[in-house]
Nanobody
Framework: QVQLVESGGGSVQAGGSLRISCQAT????????LAWFRQAPGKEREAVAV???????KYADSVKGRFTISKDLAVKILYLQMNNLQPEDTAMYYC???????????????????WGKGTRVTVSS
């Protein structure tokens, strides 16, 4: 089982940038599909960026062109670089991982069994 711990959240003004991180503890990190989800109060948890085991990155339309997902296999850290942040990006951000995500289902939260506890991002206008 993989353990995940997020960090790097904070408060920024609209147009600012943040990079959040997810440290993993796993002997099989290289076989995991990795993802960033976010959840605002009163809303469903939604995927914003996914990184497949082959290195393919996919993004939600709402963050495409502004967010970049990446990983460092050597130190088992997943990153989310967030640029040009907007108030609607305000949410708790969670990283997630699973070794058996079905093709075409990487944006479904039910596919992921391992979750971090989240890091909060607040964007003010």
């Amino acid at each position: 089982q993989v353990q995940l711990v997020e960090s790097g959240g904070g408060s920024v003004q609209a147009g600012g940038s943040l990079r959040i991180s997810c440290q993993a503890t796993s002997y099989r990190y290289h076989v995991y599909t990795l993802a960033w989800f976010r959840q605002a109060p009163g809303k469903e948890r939604e995927a914003v960026a996914v990184l497949d085991t082959d290195g393919t990155a996919k993004y939600a339309d709402s963050v495409k062109g502004r967010f970049t997902i990446s990983k460092d296999l050597a130190v088992k850290i997943l990153y989310l670089q967030m640029n040009n942040l907007q108030p609607e990006d305000t949410a708790m951000y969670y990283c997630a991982a699973d070794s058996s995500v079905m093709p075409g289902e990487m944006f479904n939260r039910g596919e992921y069994r391992a979750w971090g506890k989240g890091t909060r991002v607040t964007v003010s206008s």
